[in-house]
């Protein structure tokens, strides 16, 4: 704990200085700057090597931060309550007086904001007089990172700091709803679409692309580990990696279980590890087996869709 701490304060050092730092989150690590910041903001976008109209999710400590930011309406306080802290983005309202660096929102009235719920995070976050721009710490296009070690193999010595606060508890990135106009779901993650639509007792469509803005959890290439990979496969060649989700009577080296019983929630989490373990073998293609489009399985589909494109 005294460790932690004097990390919190060391991050809370190079954030105040404008630099970036890797942080943990219960989804993935994130690559964080102050938001307020245009130098901090830009160092982002070039560490990552992301194009710029790839707009950023910032990451607040309280409502009474966000409200600086962004127009608060009542259903969002509606989800916010169930929600957050937690693995959903909201896209909402800009504010005109906020003092959101242009960088974030590429010029945009719209703002992806999200609470972590990561104790480390938090605390840290209660200590910044601003919000921290994060999106996942990698290489654009790349696998995202589930632990300090992932961000090390991303960014090399780059970056200033990494606060390591092990592994991420959900190991995907956060389900982004916008609430712009009429609700949207933009990106599969963390909660299920499922449990989004049972609480607010409708049917919130999930938006594969989005013609005004081109986001990276939109655009078709993501996620790759950079070898093809190809779905809804039985059986793999013996220099192919084999992902499943189901334990197999016979298994062999080149098998990799996502979960052992079908259980969505821990293939989920086991999905960007196993992804960055097969990448870092010497497999020509990755084959994966069949998984039910329900509940996680939806985003591990969208992910593993948008790894596979050529
Ligand atoms: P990442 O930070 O890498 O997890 O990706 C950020 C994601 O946030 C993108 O994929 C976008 O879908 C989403 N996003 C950020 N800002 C906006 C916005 N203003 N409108 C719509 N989507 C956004
Ligand atoms: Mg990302």
Do not use: W
């Not at 404008?18 to 219960?26: D, K, N, V, Y």
């Not at 996620?223 to 298994?251: C, M, Q, V």
């Amino acid at each position: 704990m005294k460790n932690n701490l004097s990390n919190i304060k060391k991050s809370k050092y190079y954030l105040n200085k404008g630099e970036c730092i890797a942080i943990p989150t219960e989804t993935v690590y994130g690559l964080a700057g102050n938001a307020y910041s245009s130098k901090a903001t830009l160092k982002i976008f070039k560490l990552k090597k992301r194009i710029k109209k790839n707009p950023l999710i910032v990451h607040y400590h309280n409502l009474k931060m966000l409200n600086n930011d962004c127009v608060i309406s009542n259903q969002f306080f509606k989800l916010y309550k169930k929600f957050c802290p937690g693995p959903l983005t909201f896209v909402l309202k800009l504010k005109k007086n906020s003092k959101i660096s242009k960088n974030v929102t590429n010029n945009k009235k719209t703002l992806a904001i999200r609470f972590p719920s990561h104790p480390l995070t938090k605390k840290l976050l209660k200590l910044l007089n601003f919000p921290l721009a994060a999106p996942s710490a990698n290489i654009s296009t790349k696998i995202s990172p589930v632990s300090k070690e992932d961000v090390k193999e991303e960014f090399g010595n780059k970056i200033k700091f990494i606060l390591d606060g092990g592994r991420s508890k959900i190991g995907l990135e956060s389900t982004i709803i916008s609430l712009v106009g009429k609700p949207r779901i933009l990106r599969l993650g963390g909660i299920e679409r499922t449990k989004i639509n049972k609480f607010l007792n409708k049917n919130i469509k999930f938006e594969k692309k989005n013609k005004k803005i081109t986001t990276p959890g939109q655009s078709k290439l993501h996620y790759s580990p950079g070898i093809p990979i190809k779905l809804n496969t039985t059986k793999p060649k013996p220099n192919e990696a084999f992902i499943l989700i189901k334990k197999r009577k016979k298994s062999y080296k080149n098998y990799y279980y996502l979960s052992k019983n079908k259980n969505l929630k821990q293939a989920a989490k086991n999905l960007y590890r196993i992804l960055r373990e097969i990448k870092n073998k010497n497999y020509k293609s990755i084959v994966v087996e069949k998984i039910p489009n329900i509940g996680f399985g939806e985003a591990i589909n969208d992910r593993l869709k948008r790894a596979s494109v050529k």
